[in-house]
């Protein structure tokens, strides 16, 4: 039998090379490196992002690519505007995280500093692996070189039992998620003989029973890793465990990521006829996310942990435009859209939560932020900001995000899951102002400890966020640019 | 039921059915047949040895975990590349092109795991 | 041979018997014992799929040794998790891991 070779482009999925290949060299240079020059890791790894994002923007402009095409077969790597805008939203998210980990970290006392930022990196590379995977294998690999490094990273802080009970919970139901996950995409293998996603929606309906399974499972696998309820039990535990810096580069990076592969799954690989079937599924998943995230946040008296069970509501928000996905030519762009503004939302209001919080992870109850509003005016005001997008009030980025996501709901005819979505949206105003109300209504005391680094994450995050509330069009038709282009068609006829 | 295809099989079930068999049988014949004299002595862990000090679970020296940790990535390691040895002459330069980069990553994790001391014995 | 479906079933137990063991067990060692139940339970899957469905394209083989691959690293940090959290209490019992919850 004689080989050839697959046409492999390199440059094409040189974010991700660059990505984990800047990983790799902080592995060498924390071997090479004296103590003192370390303090570089973190400059190293923003620098590697930053070339990382120059790559993905110049790819963007340049249109979509296909790579690593085995002869005759489909391609296993898909970078069109989808993968694009997904890329750039890691690389973000990892920036951000990045600037808030660097003074986190020292507050924290957590020492392995140079393992941190390699973890993280490598975190990154799978991530955008999972938004550019155009075949089953690869979306495994993607969701694993995820995961694993995210155990780890939650247990960084030991010995605080705490951070390694996290890691203990996050990596058993983590790795039972996986299980089921790729258990489900064997299935679909096996039922339509081919890993491409291509080949998989054409021979589905004839795999009968067994791809049904399959796609059933790796869904589970999924909603695992995106904390949709009745899977998320997890989320909370792990959330408050978790150093706060890692809560946040999770509570976007993870989820953003499964969303990510399940999108693209949904959209390419499973045929319109089979659409009936599951969209019920995931909308009955959206309502029981929706409801459960919103209503036991309000009982929390720990802001991780109630923005843990904030961040499984706004995922139940994403699965309501998963769920019109088949319907309205809107829904992909819709989900993009509301995945940009709580990346933003979400990392700035952590990065506020971060420069309250004590070390030794005190100053996290509720309790510690009354009276923010007289010890620091400024913050208070971000924060207050940052709680009223993800509320959705109108002039912030959470509005144009939920106000997008419904209306894709309403175009495919989920009346009563948008009905659902507008209550519990209401419903969340209640936890998110109570903390506004915390802030401005009572007296306390406690220092906030800014830092450069902070700062600049803070200011970001308020300025993506303000950008978004104010001027939606730019971003929209960005992220309609990123659609599928299964999608594109149903939009245009 | 067309049972055909287990016919090769048939001499495994015996072999199989004669191993249980013996297996059974032994013990049971020993038993039932040999004679029993129980003594004190000869109820201690180490008949005419030493008396036995302390419990029989002993916690083991986390570095064996450490040992066993590094043999699985080996293990995992040769895996990968066995694939690529089978098919040395096929895959050509395409092929060596893509091991060297698998090991040149897989060396810098085990260097990384040396200089951390994860190879230090004591 | 043996038909296909049997080794489905023979899978389909396997991953269930894991699917058995996370919820059931309470040390964190049996847990993590029984993750790689189902991750195995996947390669029987993965191979017989590949052997009866198009034994001409590897994939299925490939995916299996990266299945393993992933069960492996999953099995490193595993461990050294459960090692570090049983330094500091004696115990890997799931259950007296409760420091966090409602």
Not at chain 1, 35 to 55: C, N
Not at chain 1, 266 to 282: F, G, K
Not at chain 1, 293 to 305: D, E, F, Y
Not at chain 2, 26 to 42: A, Q
Request: some cysteine; hydrophobic content about 60%; overall charge neutral.
């Amino acid at each position: 039998m004689e080989f050839q070779a697959p046409a492999i482009n390199i440059a094409i999925i040189l974010p991700v090379v660059i990505v984990a290949g800047f990983g790799l060299v902080l592995m060498i240079l924390d071997m090479l490196m004296e103590d003192e020059l370390r303090g570089l890791g973190p400059w190293i790894s923003l620098g590697g992002l930053v070339l990382a994002g120059l790559q993905t923007i110049a790819l963007w402009l340049g249109g979509s690519y296909e790579t690593f095409i085995p002869v005759g077969g489909h391609p296993m790597v898909v970078v069109d505007g989808y993968a694009h805008f997904f890329n750039m939203l890691f690389i973000i998210t990892g920036i951000l995280a990045i600037l808030m980990s660097m003074p986190y970290l020292i507050k924290a006392d957590i020492d392995e500093k140079a393992e941190y930022y390699m973890l993280l990196m490598f975190s990154i590379s799978g991530m955008m692996l999972m938004g550019m995977a155009n075949d089953l294998l690869l979306i495994f690999i993607g969701l694993e070189l995820l995961s694993i490094p995210l155990y780890v990273m939650c247990g960084i802080a030991r010995p605080r039992e705490a951070s390694e009970e996290s890691a203990m919970k996050y990596f058993l139901l983590g790795a039972f998620a996986s299980g089921f996950l790729v258990f489900g995409l064997a299935l679909l293998y096996g039922a339509t003989g081919s890993t491409a996603l291509p080949v998989v929606v054409e021979n589905f309906t004839a795999g009968g029973v067994i791809a049904y399974t399959g796609l059933a499972m790796q869904l589970v696998g999924l909603a695992f890793k995106v904390g949709a309820v009745p899977f998320h039990m997890w989320t909370p535990d792990v959330y408050e465990g978790a150093p706060t810096a890692v809560t946040a580069f999770m509570s976007v990076g993870a989820k953003v990521g499964g969303f990510a592969a399940m999108i693209r799954i949904l959209a390419e690989a499973v045929p319109q006829e089979s659409a009936p079937i599951w969209t019920t599924a995931i909308a009955i998943i959206a309502a029981a996310t929706l409801i459960l995230g919103n209503v036991v946040a309000i009982s929390q008296t720990n802001i991780k942990r109630m923005l843990a069970y904030s961040s499984i509501a706004h995922g139940g928000y994403i699965l309501m435009a998963v769920a019109a996905l088949p319907f309205s030519g809107d829904a992909v762009s819709a989900s993009l859209t509301y995945m940009l503004t709580y990346m933003f939302t979400n990392l700035g209001a952590f990065a506020v939560i971060m420069m309250v919080e004590k070390s030794g992870n005190r100053g996290v109850l509720l309790e510690d932020y009354k009276g923010l509003s007289k010890r620091n005016l400024g913050m208070a005001l971000i924060l207050a900001y940052f709680m009223f997008s993800l509320i959705g009030m109108p002039l912030t980025g959470g509005f144009i995000g939920k106000f997008v996501v419904f209306q894709a709901a309403i175009d495919a005819n989920l009346i009563w899951l948008t009905i659902i979505g507008v209550v519990t949206a209401a419903v969340s105003a209640y936890y998110y102002l109570r903390v506004v109300f915390y802030m401005f209504m009572f007296d306390g005391q406690g220092d906030l400890e800014f830092s450069p680094a902070m700062m600049t994450a803070t200011t970001v995050a308020l300025v993506a966020t303000l950008a978004i509330g104010f001027f939606p069009g730019l971003w929209l038709n960005l992220a309609r640019t990123a659609s599928l282009a299964s999608q594109l068609l149903m939009a245009g006829g | 039921m067309n049972v055909d295809y287990l016919m090769p099989y048939v001499p495994v079930a015996v072999l199989l059915g004669i191993a249980l068999f013996l297996a059974l049988l032994l013990p049971i014949l020993s038993v039932s047949l040999g004679p029993k004299r129980p003594h004190f002595r000869k109820m201690q862990p180490y008949e005419s040895g030493m008396t036995a000090v302390g419990k029989a679970q002993r916690r083991y020296p986390v570095k064996f975990y450490r040992v066993a940790v590094l043999f699985i990535l080996f293990d995992i390691d040769i895996i990968l590349i066995m694939p690529w040895a089978v098919a040395l002459r096929d895959l050509g330069l395409f092929g060596l092109g893509a091991v060297m980069i698998f090991i040149a990553i897989f060396i810098i994790g085990d260097l990384w795991a040396w200089k951390k001391g994860l190879l230090e014995w004591d | 041979m043996i038909p296909l479906s049997w080794y489905l079933i023979v899978s389909a137990c396997l991953f269930c018997i894991g699917l058995y063991g996370v919820m059931a067990r309470r040390n964190a060692v049996a847990m993590l014992m029984a993750v790689e139940l189902t991750l195995n339970a996947v390669n029987i899957n993965l191979i017989a799929f590949w052997r009866y469905n198009n034994p001409g394209e590897p994939i299925g083989v490939a995916w299996a040794i990266f299945v393993l691959t992933v069960a492996a690293a999953e099995a490193a940090v595993g461990l050294a998790l459960i090692i570090s959290i049983y330094r500091q209490r004696d115990s890997v019992v799931a259950e007296e891991l409760d420091i966090l919850k409602y």
